[in-house]
């Protein structure tokens, strides 16, 4: 890159971070793995933080997808293994800042920009907030979907990660997604402890075997 291209590059991104700063929707800019490289004060605001504070971490750690989102999850972790360009829509959960225990639903419209790469494409994420009128009753922070239940089930007699896959339909990329959502809900290191945390929370009942969740009182 010669003295012009250069500058005529940042003179571009600069222009492109002004733009994205002003625009009143939530917006970021992330990795394939999901940490943020560039995000707006409009989608920083959701957390309370300023844009230098989301800046590095990861979408993951800030949106919970909600049960129903796992297909789409499925389709856009393939769709960026194999370098496709497509548009993805997964509905997520999240606290609100500045309202403890305020809980926000809303849809992060995700699509791969940038110069086709099948290993590390830059994800486009813009958040579209439902009003709250319309969300879904709430839960306690141990319940779990089933396809987690189930995978937490598995994992707990032992299975490996490619016989969950055959076992409840998902790719071992797909597994993988829960079982990292999961250890990050938790704050665990390992399938090891994520097991035992089941175990402490009630999530799987310590007197079944095979492993199984503990049924709720109605």
Request: aromatic share 6%.
């Amino acid at each position: 890159m010669d003295s012009a291209e250069h500058e005529a590059y940042f003179t571009w991104r600069n222009y492109f971070m002004m733009l994205l700063d002003r625009l009143p929707v939530p917006i970021a800019i992330c990795r394939a793995n999901g940490e943020v490289t560039a995000v707006n004060p409009a989608m920083a605001a959701e957390w309370g933080l300023a844009p230098g504070q989301v800046r590095g971490r990861n979408l993951l750690d800030l949106f919970h997808p909600s049960d129903s989102a796992a297909p789409q999850m499925n389709r856009l972790i393939e769709a960026l293994r194999l370098g496709r360009r497509s548009r993805y829509t997964i509905d997520v959960r999240w606290t609100a800042a500045g309202d403890e225990g305020a809980r926000r639903e809303g849809e992060l419209i995700v699509e791969p920009v940038g110069d086709a790469s099948p290993t590390y494409p830059a994800l486009l994420t813009v958040l579209h907030v439902r009003p709250a009128e319309t969300l879904t009753p709430s839960g306690p922070q141990t319940e779990v979907s089933a396809v987690e239940a189930r995978i937490l089930e598995l994992a707990a007699a032992g299975a490996t990660t490619a016989a969950i896959g055959k076992a409840v339909g998902l790719t071992v990329d797909g597994v993988n997604y829960h079982l990292t959502r999961l250890s990050r809900r938790w704050r665990v290191p390992n399938r090891t402890a994520l097991v035992a945390k089941a175990y402490v929370l009630g999530v799987l009942d310590p007197g079944s075997w095979p492993p199984a969740q503990r049924r709720r009182a109605e």
